[in-house]
């Protein structure tokens, strides 16, 4: 009967959800119209790099919205180790595929935002490196959630693994930062960069809102849809045991 | 309470002496990674000698993750796991004994086989003890890192390869700073003592942390 229980909140979530869906979707519609629209023909070209400061407009949300799902996925961690909140670990659960997505978009964009800038696509940059190990440990949280069957089980083992990730992750920045200027001190990345001009900053940062919606959109539909494999799963084995039942009284 | 403590570190100092498959397997495969490089690389001695802290630091980070899926799960198996929970000892303590053991057969052998086998890639004599150095003091925190993901994969059947994705990521500042304390010793513009030193402080922190989080582990676990 525990698990009954166990519905009764996410219910209320189930209801509050997809009242909120349709205006998420919308609003981050609207924003990536608008802000595309300017970042595209609106905003100028740069002085210097030209017409493929536009990968901007994707890039640095990618990189923002990598870092906040994990922010968020620790504070999930916190929710299913402390609180026990029943939905803590569908947020997590949720949350990892799309923040690994931000990454590797961050991550390819960079990629093809450095081939004309800096003439290769890849350059053991400290940033560039941060945001690599951070995508292999979302891959390490998928994987995790994968291999253990148990919902409730894996969500507490992710939510440990999630929080030791999230107490290295500042450290790996430290020290990737050391082993960077170590290595290379004349980078090819100009410190600081010239200041933003607002022709650029507007789009930017409409398009880093809209981002973030359509992101919460997709968590969730995700966490929507984790509700319902749940669901489904519960009653698969409410079937089998009824089946079972059936079958011993037959038996009898 | 410090009685069970040295009792579950030397079942195990004894379980990995008796039983093998622990730590000399590890140092094993650590000649082996250091012999197989030299075939990658050619047989540039001046190549080899600069690179070699970095062949050794790579060949320890391995040969630890390697056996160390095995740390929790025997006694999974065997149910001796209950026991440690049902104890009075705290799982902590627990936790820090067998991690304490993992490190006295794998880490402990490794930084002090590193100078023979340093011999092989030609690394210079003043470089040998900087390098067993920084693997005798960067090795628990590797055994550490390990112990949360060996705990979180403990009651796995298929684990195998999840405990080195899990970890390796976790592991790249202990490489960073024991790679480039060894390499100061080399020369170079960084003295020796910074990076030694935030090693050191690396695997103090993981000391506390992995202990933690292993025991939080293994208690959700069951």
């Known amino acids: 009967m525990a698990s009954l229980i166990e519905l009764a909140n996410p219910t209320r979530f189930m209801r509050l959800s997809s009242r909120l869906l349709p205006w998420f979707v919308g609003a981050a519609a609207l ?8 970042a595209f023909f609106v905003a100028p070209a740069d002085y210097q790099q030209g017409e493929t400061i536009r990968i901007m407009f994707v890039h640095v949300p990618a990189a923002w919205l990598a870092l906040m799902f994990y922010s ?3 504070v999930s ?3 299913t180790l402390v609180w026990r909140h029943p939905l803590a670990d569908v947020a997590q659960k949720a949350a990892a595929p799309i923040g690994a997505c931000f990454a590797l978009i961050c991550l390819i964009t960079g990629a093809l935002w450095g081939k004309p800038m800096w003439g290769t696509y890849w ?11 951070l995508f292999l440990i979302y891959l390490g949280i998928m994987a995790l959630w994968r291999t253990l069957d148990d919902p409730s089980r894996a969500g507490r083992a992710v939510a440990i693994l999630t929080l030791v990730g999230f107490v290295n992750v500042p450290i790996i920045k430290f020290s990737v930062d050391w082993w960077n200027t170590l290595h290379q001190p004349a980078s090819v990345f100009r410190a600081g960069g010239p200041t933003i001009h607002p022709a650029m900053l507007w789009p930017l940062l409409i398009l880093a809102v809209g981002f ?15 509700i319902m494999r749940r669901r489904v799963r519960t009653l698969t084995i409410f079937e089998a045991e009824r089946l079972d039942r059936l079958a011993a009284e037959v038996a009898i | 309470m410090s009685e069970a403590f040295l009792a579950i570190l030397k079942r195990d100092l004894a379980l990995a002496a008796r039983a093998g498959g622990g730590g000399e397997l590890a140092l094993v495969f650590f000649l082996t990674l250091v012999v197989l490089v030299p075939f990658a690389l050619g047989p540039d001695l001046n190549l080899l000698s600069r690179i070699g802290p970095a062949i050794l630091w790579l060949g320890a980070l391995l040969a630890t993750l390697i056996g160390l899926d095995r740390l929790f799960q025997g006694d999974e198996e065997d149910g001796s796991l209950d026991l440690i ?19 006295l057969t794998t880490g402990l052998p490794l930084a002090l086989a590193a100078p023979l086998l340093g011999l092989l890639v030609a690394l ?3 470089a040998m003890l900087p390098v067993a150095g920084t ?3 960067g090795t628990p925190a590797l055994s550490f890192i390990g112990a949360t993901g060996a705990a979180l994969t403990a009651g796995l059947k298929r684990g195998g390869l999840i405990l080195p994705i899990l970890v390796a990521p976790l592991t790249v500042p202990v490489l960073i700073f024991g790679v480039s304390a060894s390499n100061s010793a080399l020369g170079g513009t960084v003295p020796f003592l910074t990076p030694f030193l935030i090693l050191c402080a690396l695997s103090l922190a993981t000391l506390v942390i992995g202990t933690i989080a292993a025991a939080a582990a293994l208690r959700q676990a069951d």
């Open chain 1, 31 to 38: 924003l990536l119209a608008v802000g595309f629209y300017l």
């Open chain 1, 123 to 133: 350059v053991w940059d400290a940033r560039l490196t941060s945001v690599l190990v």
């Open chain 1, 72 to 74: 968020m996925m620790a």
């Open chain 1, 212 to 226: 973030t919606l359509l992101a919460l959109a997709l968590h969730l539909v995700a966490m929507r849809a984790e």
């Open chain 2, 124 to 126: 210079p004599a003043e």
């Open chain 2, 135 to 137: 693997l005798l003091v």
């Open chain 2, 85 to 103: 929970r049902a104890s009075a000892l705290p799982l902590e303590l627990a936790v820090l004994a067998k991690g304490l053991a993992h490190w």
């Open chain 1, 77 to 79: 961690a916190l929710g």
